[in-house]
């Protein structure tokens, strides 16, 4: 599955010895940079973080039952198991003869007794044909010269409910189907593509049409992969000109007339592959009310998108006409698998929540595309609340490079925790590390305590400014200098930057020097310069 997230080179490489830096996901860029675009300059790829939110998924046994229940899953079990022992097949692996209503009937395609529609015998062998490209049915040919099927070797699993076997199959299902879509749309029906004496210009017209259609696909799968992770449960269901929007119109602009014909067109070629996958319960998907066609051609010649231009509001059930998209569990499983399979990194919710406090901090260190609030509520979720936040606020200390970050995220972690944590924040209040954070979130919360005396405010201040200067790789320039703007400088910045040069921390000369770098005012700016020298002196000094 072709990447689509977007590239940002806001995530150096480890190889070039840069600290990692605050991590964007998908939904705090412009559409440009999530699909597709990337980054200017001479940056090579492999220097850069594609980002893919997490996302949570049910228990595997519910993933099993569901696709299970899919019923084209269900008709290519029922027929592998009837073909037991073995029942007779022509050279091409095909039923033949009666065995073709037989078989429809079986699938409940066709009443028990009577004639068998030809649509029902269509519908059978096309199972028939997904068992077979699945293994659950083998064909062969025996020693005296007959074809035969048979069940596979998955057959048994399956049926028992493996999860490892029934999810492997379906997602070879989901894959196959998601090709075939691709190609289906690429055929033109009234195109000559299909004609025997098609030339080689032709044909290279259809490789090109199907490359199309299966990035288009692939992109919006990967948007309502995204848009479902960021989406309030109940809110899932995204409608089709939606979709498409989010796929043709950049960030912050209004679709403008040819746009519309855009979002129109991409609405029309979704629409049917989209329904494709629906019936392997990738996706649940109501198609385009094809009377809208006819009401437009009746009125104008206009198209269904842009039904959205007229005066009236369009109520819910007027907006549905136009077809609307939900990715189910097995949807996000199959383009979760997918993007793993291309190298992508694709979380899961809860993966950081099985180690302890270290590890949990750590990995929202080291993982950019990571929910750090739900993470900790999951890690949370496992133990005595108390005592959690005192494993947390134990992994926070350290004067190593990533220790101003963990007390940054243990900053937010205290607030979003609240009540939980005001016993063990009490516990560290005189601190040398978390004695400042502790005592700032405690007032802040509402709990009387005494302000950190002016050396421990010193110290947390150079604490959260290299917090900021190491998440942001030194690279978000606004928010440092909103920072430094910030600065409680009084109008003698000698004596303000005198105090501050003694701190002693192992960032505070890379927070002066910083200072002195992005300050506005040349007499403060100076005096941080003068103060980083100082500071930098005396660390050469104490090593």
Same mark, same amino acid.
């Given at each position: 599955?072709?990447?689509?997230?977007?590239?940002?080179?806001?995530?150096?490489?480890?190889?070039d010895?840069?600290?990692?830096?605050?991590?964007?996901?998908?939904?705090?860029?412009?559409?440009?940079?999530?699909?597709?675009?990337?980054?200017?300059?001479?940056?090579?790829?492999?220097?850069?973080?594609?980002?893919?939110?997490?996302?949570?998924?049910?228990p595997?046994?519910?993933?099993?039952?569901?696709?299970?229940?899919?019923?084209?899953?269900?008709?290519?079990?029922?027929?592998?198991?009837?073909?037991?022992?073995?029942?007779?097949?022509?050279?091409?692996?095909?039923?033949?003869?009666?065995?073709?209503?037989?078989?429809?009937?079986?699938?409940?395609?066709?009443?028990?007794?009577?004639?068998?529609?030809?649509?029902?015998?269509?519908?059978?062998?096309?199972?028939?044909?997904?068992?077979?490209?699945?293994?659950?049915?083998?064909?062969?040919?025996?020693?005296?010269?007959?074809?035969?099927?048979?069940?596979?070797?998955?057959?048994?699993?399956?049926?028992?409910?493996?999860?490892?076997?029934?999810?492997?199959?379906?997602?070879?299902?989901?894959?196959?189907?998601?090709?075939l879509?691709?190609?289906?749309?690429?055929v033109?029906? $009234? %195109?000559? @593509?299909?004609? +025997?004496? !098609?030339?080689? /210009?032709?044909?290279?017209?259809? *490789? =090109? #049409?199907?490359?199309?259609?299966?990035?288009?696909?692939?992109?919006?799968?990967?948007?309502?992969?995204?848009?479902?992770?960021?989406?309030?449960?109940?809110?899932?269901?995204?409608?089709?000109?939606?979709?498409?929007?989010?796929?043709?119109?950049?960030?912050?602009?209004?679709?403008?007339?040819?746009?519309?014909?855009?979002?129109?067109?991409?609405?029309?070629?979704?629409?049917?592959?989209?329904?494709?996958?629906?019936?392997?319960?990738?996706?649940?998907?109501?198609?385009?009310?094809?009377?809208?066609?006819?009401?437009?051609?009746?009125? $104008? %010649?206009? @198209?269904?998108? +842009?039904? !959205?231009?007229? /005066?009236?509001p369009?109520?819910? *059930? =007027? #907006?549905?006409?136009?077809?609307?998209?939900?990715?189910?569990?097995?949807?996000?499983?199959?383009?979760?698998?997918w993007?793993?399979?291309?190298?992508?990194?694709?979380?899961?919710?809860?993966?950081?929540?099985?180690?302890?406090?270290?590890?949990?901090?750590?990995?929202?260190?080291?993982?950019?595309?990571?929910?750090?609030?739900?993470?900790?509520?999951?890690?949370?979720?496992?133990?005595?609340?108390?005592?959690?936040?005192?494993?947390?606020?134990?992994?926070?200390?350290?004067?190593?490079?990533?220790g101003?970050?963990?007390?940054?995220?243990?900053?937010?972690?205290?607030?979003?925790?609240?009540?939980?944590?005001?016993?063990?924040?009490? *516990?560290?209040?005189?601190?040398?590390?978390?004695?400042?954070?502790?005592?700032?979130?405690?007032?802040?919360?509402?709990?009387?305590?005494?302000?950190?005396?002016?050396?421990?405010?010193?110290?947390?201040?150079?604490d959260?400014?290299?917090?900021?200067?190491?998440a942001?790789?030194?690279?978000?320039?606004?928010?440092?200098?909103?920072?430094v703007?910030?600065?409680?400088?009084?109008?003698?910045?000698?004596?303000?930057?005198?105090?501050?040069?003694?701190?002693?921390?192992?960032?505070?000369?890379?927070?002066?020097?910083?200072?002195?770098?992005?300050?506005?005012?040349?007499?403060?700016?100076?005096?941080?310069?003068?103060?980083?020298?100082?500071?930098?002196?005396?660390?050469?000094?104490?090593?």
């Amino acid at each position: 599955m072709p990447g689509r997230s977007r590239f940002t080179s806001d995530h150096p490489s480890s190889e070039d010895g840069g600290e990692p830096r605050e991590g964007l996901l998908p939904a705090d860029f412009d559409l440009a940079d999530l699909y597709g675009a990337q980054n200017g300059g001479d940056e090579e790829l492999d220097d850069v973080a594609v980002l893919v939110p997490p996302i949570s998924l049910p228990p595997e046994e519910e993933l099993v039952a569901a696709a299970l229940a899919v019923p084209l899953i269900d008709r290519v079990v029922r027929l592998a198991r009837w073909t037991a022992p073995h029942r007779s097949v022509d050279e091409h692996g095909d039923l033949t003869g009666d065995d073709r209503e037989a078989a429809a009937r079986l699938l409940g395609l066709a009443p028990e007794e009577g004639p068998v529609d030809g649509d029902a015998v269509v519908e059978a062998l096309r199972a028939w044909a997904l068992a077979c490209d699945l293994d659950l049915v083998e064909t062969g040919t025996t020693a005296e010269g007959t074809h035969v099927a048979i069940p596979g070797p998955d057959l048994e699993a399956v049926e028992q409910r493996d999860p490892e076997t029934v999810l492997e199959l379906w997602l070879e299902a989901a894959t196959l189907v998601r090709e075939l879509a691709a190609e289906a749309d690429s055929v033109d029906p $009234d %195109g000559d @593509a299909g004609r +025997e004496d !098609a030339d080689e /210009d032709g044909l290279a017209d259809v *490789e =090109d #049409a199907r490359d199309s259609a299966a990035e288009l696909l692939d992109e919006a799968l990967q948007v309502l992969y995204e848009t479902t992770a960021f989406a309030e449960p109940g809110a899932e269901t995204v409608p089709l000109g939606v979709l498409a929007a989010l796929l043709v119109v950049p960030d912050g602009e209004e679709p403008d007339e040819g746009m519309l014909g855009d979002i129109t067109d991409v609405m029309v070629a979704l629409d049917p592959m989209l329904g494709d996958l629906a019936e392997l319960g990738l996706l649940e998907h109501r198609p385009i009310d094809p009377d809208l066609f006819e009401e437009e051609d009746a009125e $104008d %010649g206009g @198209a269904p998108a +842009e039904e !959205a231009e007229r /005066d009236e509001p369009l109520t819910d *059930e =007027d #907006a549905a006409r136009f077809g609307t998209a939900r990715l189910t569990p097995l949807g996000q499983y199959a383009i979760r698998q997918w993007l793993l399979e291309e190298g992508y990194d694709a979380p899961l919710i809860g993966d950081l929540a099985e180690g302890d406090g270290a590890a949990l901090l750590q990995g929202l260190l080291d993982s950019p595309n990571t929910m750090p609030e739900r993470e900790v509520q999951l890690w949370l979720a496992r133990r005595e609340p108390t005592a959690g936040v005192r494993e947390l606020l134990a992994a926070a200390r350290g004067r190593d490079a990533g220790g101003p970050v963990r007390r940054y995220l243990m900053a937010s972690m205290l607030t979003d925790i609240g009540d939980p944590a005001v016993d063990a924040a009490r *516990e560290v209040v005189d601190d040398p590390e978390l004695g400042g954070l502790a005592r700032e979130w405690l007032r802040e919360h509402g709990v009387e305590v005494d302000a950190p005396e002016r050396p421990v405010a010193l110290w947390r201040m150079v604490d959260s400014f290299a917090a900021v200067m190491l998440a942001g790789g030194g690279g978000d320039a606004v928010r440092l200098r909103r920072l430094v703007a910030e600065l409680p400088v009084t109008d003698n910045p000698a004596s303000y930057f005198g105090e501050l040069w003694r701190v002693p921390h192992p960032y505070t000369a890379d927070v002066l020097e910083t200072i002195g770098e992005l300050h506005i005012d040349r007499t403060v700016a100076k005096e941080a310069r003068k103060a980083a020298f100082k500071a930098r002196s005396r660390q050469g000094t104490d090593q």
